[in-house]
C-alpha cells in the first residue's frame, strides 16, 4: 500500500511541481475560453447558412460539416501550425490550437445547431412572419431561443470535449496542463503529476457531466 502512494499520491513530488500544474490549468482554461466561442459562432454561421441558403449552399455546407467533423484534430494541428508557413501564413502555437479546435468543432456545434433549428415546425416562422416580425426578428425571438433548448445538452456535452481536447496543444508545445503534468513527471521520476492533472480535469468538468445527464432526462421526459 505504501508503495502505491509513493508513485501515485507522492505529496513531496507534487509540492515540487505543483507551480507547473497550475500553469498548465490556466494556459487550458484559456485555450477553452477562446476556443469554445469561436466555435460556438462557428457552428451558429454554418447552421443558419444551411437553414436559410439555397440547396447548393446547403450540399456544399454538408461537405464541409463532413469534413470538419470527420478530419482528425490532431492533423488539423500539424497543416495549421506546420502548412500555412509555406503560404507565407506564420501562427503562434496559441493562435494555432484555437483555430484547429474552431474549426473541428464548428463542425460539431453546426450539426447541433442545424438539428435544432430543423426540429422547430415551420408553422411558427410562417406564423410569426404573419404577425409582422421581420425574418431576423423571426430567427431571433421566436426560432433560435426555441432551437438552443432544445440542443443544450448536447452542446454541453461538446463544449466538455473541446475541454479535453485542448490537450492538442503539447503537440506544437503549448504548456496545457497535460503537457505540464508530463513536464512534471520527468522532473520528479513520479506519475504523482499526471494522476494530480486527471484529478483536476475531473474536478472541472464533473459537475458539467452531471448537468448533461439532468438535461438528457429532462428531454427524454417531455418526449
Not at 503534468?181 to 499526471?194: F, H
Not at 484529478?199 to 445527464?213: D, E, G, H, N, T
Request: aromatic share 10%.
Amino acid at each position: 500500500m505504501q508503495e502505491l502512494i509513493d508513485n501515485f499520491a507522492n505529496l513531496d513530488s507534487l509540492s515540487e511541481v505543483y507551480p507547473l500544474l497550475v500553469q498548465g490549468l490556466w494556459i487550458t482554461l484559456s485555450l477553452a475560453a477562446v476556443a469554445l466561442p469561436t466555435a460556438l459562432a462557428g457552428g451558429l454561421a454554418v447552421a443558419l447558412v444551411y437553414s436559410f441558403g439555397g440547396k447548393v449552399t446547403r450540399r456544399l455546407l454538408i461537405v464541409l460539416i463532413d469534413f470538419l467533423r470527420a478530419f482528425p484534430v490532431l492533423v488539423l494541428l500539424v497543416l495549421v501550425f506546420y502548412g500555412l508557413p509555406f503560404l507565407g501564413i506564420r501562427l503562434g502555437s496559441f493562435a494555432a490550437v484555437i483555430l484547429a479546435l474552431g474549426l473541428n468543432n464548428t463542425g460539431y456545434f453546426g450539426e447541433i445547431f442545424r438539428a435544432g433549428l430543423a426540429s422547430i415546425p415551420r408553422g411558427q416562422a410562417e406564423a410569426a412572419s404573419a404577425l409582422g416580425l421581420s425574418r431576423f426578428q423571426v430567427l431571433v425571438l421566436v426560432l433560435l431561443p426555441q432551437a438552443v433548448r432544445k440542443v443544450i445538452a448536447p452542446l454541453v456535452g461538446n463544449a466538455l470535449e473541446l475541454v479535453k481536447t485542448t490537450s492538442i496543444g503539447a503537440l506544437v508545445a503549448m504548456p496545457e496542463l497535460l503537457r505540464s503534468a508530463r513536464v512534471a513527471q520527468e522532473q520528479t521520476y513520479n506519475p504523482t503529476p499526471l494522476l494530480a492533472a486527471a484529478l483536476i480535469y475531473f474536478v472541472l468538468l464533473w459537475p458539467f457531466s452531471r448537468w448533461v445527464a439532468v438535461l438528457e432526462r429532462r428531454a427524454l421526459a417531455r418526449q
